[in-house]
């Protein structure tokens, strides 16, 4: 790799994910640039979601995927010569054309959506099938398969949380890039690459320092969203069986 052809990767996640903290995990390497949701912007600029600091969101970030796309496949920010892009799968919009995805290296992150549902509904009461996310993670797992007739690379966040060092390593290994310790701490607070609702969202990854341990939860999904998550945990047992081990 060099700073004219970086390896450019694509992390595809639904929300309520431990994507913050493997942007933290990746940003820590001093290989590599990282950059916070760039389709955000044009998602609340399209469908009119009334997210918290959904105008500022806007008027700060690139709300044009066609431009927001241009900088994602240019060489990286910097120099560097990995560029790591946390990307959430409900913001690739119908609309923006899926051409882009061969010019990155995409990767999935997945959680069970038990767990996804249950923290989602903490703050949004009754989410949409499309909210979570499961679906739109899927049908871009299908293209990019299709397109390069090869398997991604799939982690799982809590086989991650259990065991950092060996998933990471699995997943640099599946980049071909040499995986370093630096991706396994990181110092606490806030990073000029984070998003700007990091002031809103990212309190808990604010003031971390590593992947916090796996520990399972007792909630259960109410019944009004069991159509909700008999969908998308369709779709994750999908992806599930193509995770690295």
Same mark, same amino acid.
């Given at each position: ?19 913050? @903290?493997?942007?933290? &995990? ?9 950059? !916070? ?12 979601? *009334? #997210? *918290? ?43 923006? !054309?899926?051409?882009?995805? @061969? ?8 959680? #069970? *959506? ?66 370093? !310790? ?15 609702? &990091? ?16 520990? &399972?939860?007792?909630?259960?999904? *109410? ?23």
């Amino acid at each position: 790799m060099t700073s004219s052809s970086p390896l450019r990767i694509a992390v595809w996640s639904g929300p309520r994910n431990i994507s913050t @903290a493997m942007m933290r &995990a990746w940003g820590n390497r001093p290989d590599t640039f990282v950059c !916070d949701e760039p389709l955000y912007s044009h998602y609340l600029k399209v469908t009119g979601m *009334p #997210h *918290p600091v959904a105008a500022e969101i806007i008027a700060h970030h690139e709300s044009d995927w066609k431009k927001a796309v241009a900088w994602l496949t240019e060489d990286a920010p910097e120099g560097k010569p990995i560029f790591y892009q946390k990307h959430m799968t409900h913001h690739l919009l119908p609309e923006i !054309d899926r051409g882009w995805l @061969a010019r990155v290296t995409n990767c999935f992150l997945i959680r #069970h *959506p038990r767990e996804v549902i249950t923290s989602y509904i903490v703050k949004n009461n009754d989410p949409t099938v499309e909210d979570v996310g499961f679906v739109q993670q899927s049908e871009i797992f299908d293209f990019v398969c299709r397109h390069t007739q090869a398997t991604p690379a799939v982690l799982d966040a809590r086989e991650i949380q259990e065991n950092p060092r060996r998933m990471l390593g699995l997943m640099c290994d599946a980049l071909g890039v040499e995986f370093t !310790d630096k991706m396994l701490s990181w110092p606490p607070g806030l990073r000029a690459t984070d998003g700007i609702w &990091a002031k809103h969202w990212y309190k808990e990854v604010e003031s971390s320092t590593s992947f916090r341990p796996y520990k &399972a939860k007792p909630e259960v999904v *109410p019944d009004r969203l069991q159509n909700v998550y008999a969908k998308s945990l369709e779709c994750y047992e999908r992806l599930y069986e193509c995770r690295l081990r």
